[in-house]
């Protein structure tokens, strides 16, 4: 049974103001690295366009005259000009527009989020701010904010709705904010660093915890 994890909880200046207890079924459970494949799998087929399309027969203009008499000539029998063995003629077998999505149980999507953050914490990549606020929503403000905790990449989880950081973030290519129900193992491992607020821990632990 994995133990309780403490963690120091930092200001957005980086100085330490408290510690926060994890609990251990979220934060400190096996990382099951082929479940987190196969969760990241799913996402990334789930953001698959899937409209990559090639004519067929039906869809290539022209054609509809016989080439030339079936018999007489000394050349091949051809019926369209339109068929895939000529040029300019259709394609057989090609791509045509589906859908790539599917989904595995809730409950494996569940266990991958967990295994997802506790990796980061693991390796020493999780941090805990108090909270963050931003007098305006500004590029710089949030540049200089990550740039105070001295870091490069680094998805940050926010408990809800707050337009000035999400604005704040928008424009910054090595920084992203998600609200807590929208915390997904992709962007978790995608980015180096994992910054959650007090509050979006509360908010992960109601929505992974037992």
Request: aromatic share 4%.
């Amino acid at each position: 049974m994995s133990e309780p994890l403490t963690v120091a909880v930092l200001s957005q200046q980086n100085e330490r103001v408290g510690e926060m207890t994890l609990p251990a079924e979220v934060f400190s459970g096996p990382v099951r690295r082929h479940l987190l494949y196969e969760t990241v799998k799913m996402q990334m087929a789930n953001r698959r366009a899937g409209t990559a399309k090639t004519k067929t027969r039906g869809f290539v203009s022209g054609g509809g005259k016989k080439p030339w008499r079936q018999k007489g000539t000394g050349r091949a029998r051809a019926g369209s000009t339109r068929s895939p063995l000529w040029v300019g003629g259709a394609t057989l077998f090609g791509p045509q527009p589906r859908d790539y999505s599917y989904r595995t149980p809730a409950s494996a999507r569940k266990s991958a989020l967990r295994a997802a953050l506790a990796a980061k914490a693991k390796a020493g990549k999780l941090l805990v701010l108090d909270k963050i606020e931003l007098e305006a929503p500004k590029t710089k403000l949030m540049a200089q904010l990550v740039a105070g905790l001295e870091i490069d990449s680094a998805l940050i989880v926010i408990p809800a709705r707050d337009d000035t950081i999400e604005r704040a973030a928008r424009n910054l290519p090595t920084v992203k904010v998600l609200r807590a129900e929208g915390a997904n193992v992709y962007d978790i491992l995608r980015y180096d660093r994992l910054i959650l607020t007090q509050d979006a821990v509360q908010a992960l632990i109601g929505r992974l915890g037992s």
